[in-house]
């Protein structure tokens, strides 16, 4: 835990990627829970290989919806690990494909977005490693950091200082 505002530093361009799944139909257990535990043994799998590129994740839960957030380190090494027949993800996806994908019972999709570090910002209060912050270097918010804008790279003189702790700060 971090006790104090802290932002996260990537030196790379990375990648973010989205994935995940919504249960359509509950009670169809044999269409969706095949596809719930695939995605364990792809992490286990990736976290057991140095060289995977993946570099962070975290997941959200919520009625029907599972979604994932990964951290990578270039779109080439989560490519090489999607299309690779000898990992888990290429086989669970065409079992999905054939076995639930046409039914509508399971939706599944993914995002995938290419950033450059100099064009996103992050800001963490009283948190641990989080999101980015995780999958980066955390540094404290201050100075040249103190600001979205600053993180940004961008001049916010025409912002009232409110000073660290005050509820009126704007990032």
């Known amino acids: 835990m971090h006790d104090r505002r802290m932002t996260a530093e990537m030196d790379e361009p990375f990648v973010v990627f989205l994935i995940g799944m919504r249960i359509n139909s509950r009670w169809k257990l044999h269409r969706w ?6 995605m ?3 992490l286990r799998e990736l976290e057991s290989t140095a060289d995977s590129g993946l570099l962070h994740y975290e997941t959200t839960v919520n009625t029907r919806t599972v979604v994932m957030v990964q951290y990578w380190d270039s779109f080439e090494h989560l490519r090489k690990y ?53 999958a980066g270097t955390l540094e404290p918010a201050e100075g040249s950091r ?25 990032d």
Request: charged share 25%; with cysteine.
């Open 82 to 134: 999607a299309r690779d027949i000898e990992q888990e993800h290429l086989p669970a996806w065409v079992e999905y494909d054939q076995s639930s994908g046409s039914t509508g019972d399971v939706g599944i999709f993914h995002e995938t977005y290419r950033v450059d570090p100099d064009d996103c910002e992050t800001v963490y209060n009283n948190m641990p490693a989080f999101g980015l912050g995780a």
């Open 146 to 170: 103190e600001t979205a804008a600053k993180r940004l790279g961008i001049a916010d003189d025409e912002l009232p200082n409110t000073g660290a702790d005050s509820p009126g700060r704007r």
């Open 33 to 38: 829970l095949p596809v719930a535990l695939a």
């Open 40 to 42: 364990p043994r792809m």
